[in-house]
């Protein structure tokens, strides 16, 4: 089946640096999500790139969709304290109206 | 505001017992879905409804099942639950097209002793 990898499983940094993390597909999606869960709380949707080679921004986060439609990215530029949580790509499942979930990347920001 | 509520937060039952996790959603969305949350495991899917009286089984099915006799109810029932079956259960919700995103409970912090 269909499988979506992450890297890296968790990033600890400084209040200020930078943050990618990097989503890949076993296959082509026909969209590809991203959610971001605090600690303690649930997924709550980001955002969905549909274009090959779509870029999205919402304020410091910066979203790609591969050219291939198999890899994406998120980049948050300065961090604050506020992007501390797990962030998850997901892609659907093809033919089904289900959505398989990369492992997430866990983002620490220090003061 | 759109909302996906499960009955509890928290809950705590003993192996052997059937656990039945409830969620309502008020969105009016076709798609139901139960998800169970681990440490370095990520989101499996268990269960899935795409309409109501309809379910699929998901990446991980064995030893749950669902009901869904309304649109806007999912429960999930552990018939017998077993120790391995402690975890975060999240429950979501989406239109039928599959292009839709996802829209989460808060999650059931399940314990079994």
């Known amino acids: 089946g269909q499988q979506v990898m992450q890297i890296p499983q968790y990033q600890h940094v400084q209040e200020g640096e930078d943050f990618t993390t990097y989503c890949n597909s076993s296959?082509?999606?026909?969209?590809i999500q991203w959610y971001k869960q605090r600690p303690g709380g649930h997924p709550v949707f980001l955002i969905q790139?549909?274009?090959?080679?779509e870029v999205k921004k919402q304020k410091r986060l910066t979203f790609q969709f591969g050219e291939a439609k198999k890899n994406s990215s998120l980049h948050i530029t300065a961090t604050q304290t506020t992007d501390v949580g797990t962030y998850f790509c997901?892609?659907?499942?093809?033919?089904?109206?289900?959505?398989?979930f990369g492992k997430g990347t866990m983002l620490l920001v220090s003061p | 505001d759109v909302k996906v509520t499960q009955s509890s937060r928290y809950l705590v039952k003993r192996t052997g017992e059937k656990v039945f996790l409830e969620c309502v959603q008020d969105?009016?969305?076709?798609?139901m879905f139960w998800y169970r949350q681990d440490p370095g495991l990520g989101l499996r899917l268990i269960y899935f409804?795409?309409?109501?009286?309809?379910?699929e089984k998901g990446d991980i099915p064995e030893g749950y099942s669902v009901s869904r006799e309304k649109k806007e109810r999912f429960s999930l029932i552990l018939e017998s639950a077993s120790t391995n079956q402690t975890s975060m259960y999240l429950c979501?919700?989406?239109?039928?097209?599959?292009?839709?995103?996802?829209?989460f409970g808060s999650g059931t912090q399940l314990s079994v002793l």
């Open positions: 969105m009016d969305h076709e798609n």
């Open positions: 997901a892609g659907p499942e093809k033919g089904y109206s289900t959505l398989t």
């Open positions: 409804s795409y309409d109501v009286k309809m379910k």
């Open positions: 790139l549909v274009k090959s080679g």
């Open positions: 979501a919700s989406s239109l039928l097209d599959g292009s839709g995103s996802l829209f």
């Open positions: 296959t082509t999606l026909s969209n």
